[in-house]
């Protein structure tokens, strides 16, 4: 009889069952409703799910499409941005943020990113604007809202326009002098994200496009169905990317859970910094708080230099981690053509040397992260002793 060497997970990096246990007859209710309907596309649940949403974050409109990597895309394809342009964004973001770019046929231009925060740095913004920018793409990372004040500034200086990426914040706010906003209702459009891991994630993909002009829903509305006015009556040239009645239904349970999951992230991410940093200061760089921002931490990340030893430890032990992300975008062999070499963004570069995530979800408890901890603590006290 062989041994049995399957490596028991004893913390997971994100538990999807746990939620679900929590909600599971308003979930299953919710759905058992839309199949009974037979409406399952664009019905009265992504309806009502739009309404609920741009109410939520402050918004006039909020238009649900397919994914959040489709947000993106259409978002660019309703301001008209494409071949010959340049859309400005950060290299250490998943690939999509500069993906949806590629995809309408502009060209990312990368700036480099601020270390506390992981976000695009404004300072190194204006230097990369020319003739041919047309709009800042910055991401709110890991759930904390990027320094939007003077992105919003740069941009009016230079008439461009600002799509934030919040597919990793939602319910994450900014704080502004006169006023406090959640992101994606600061710039002229905002994308959000419901794959399953995020803050609001659903049964499977989807995502959502927030803005307070009309004129520009009215042509998200056109883009996410083939550009058809009417059943086949088509004005111009658009996608298939519709958001399900299912993942809807679902999300308008969630949705009214979301805030107090939220504050259950930020209850964890409070135990771990106090458990890492009683004793590992110097070791470990927890999530800088920044003061204009409330992190939601849909990724707990941590800084250490010895990451990957570290990664291969906590593994052993049954330790959920991943690294977001590991190879900046300047650098991935897609973009070989734009010319950058290492060392042009040298705090992205080196954040990609450094960065681990930590098990993070709401359910996650106590004791998991004691072990966490602990485990992390052992690592260091057996390179160092």
Known sequence: MSKDTTLKVQVPLVDLKSQYETIKSEINRATEEVLSSGSYILGCNVRSLENEIARYCGVKCAVGVASGTDALVLALSALGIGREDEVITTPFTFFATAEAITQVGAKPVFVDIEEESFNIDPVKIEEKITEKTKAIIPVH???????MGPIMEIAGRHSLSVIEDAAQAFGAEHNFSQSTKKVGSIGELG????????????????????????????????????????????????????????????????????????????????????????????LVSVPSQIPYARHTYCIYTIRVRERDKLKDYLTRRGIGTRVYYPLSLHLQEVYAHLGYKRGDFPVSEKASEEVISLPMYPELKEEQIELVAREIKNFFRSIYR
């Open 141 to 147: 990372l890991y759930g904390q809202s990027a320094s």
């Open 191 to 282: 994308c959000l994200s419901f794959y399953p891991t995020k803050n609001l994630g659903g049964c499977g993909d989807g995502g959502m496009i927030l803005t307070n002009y009309e004129k520009i829903a009215e042509r998200l509305r056109l883009l996410r169905v083939h550009g058809a006015r009417a059943l086949y009556l088509h004005s111009l040239v658009g996608y298939n990317s519709r958001l399900d009645e299912l993942q809807a239904a679902a999300l308008r349970v969630k949705l009214k859970h979301v805030d107090g999951w939220i504050e259950m992230r930020r209850e964890r991410a409070s135990l771990y910094d106090e458990l890492l940093l009683s004793s590992l200061k110097g």
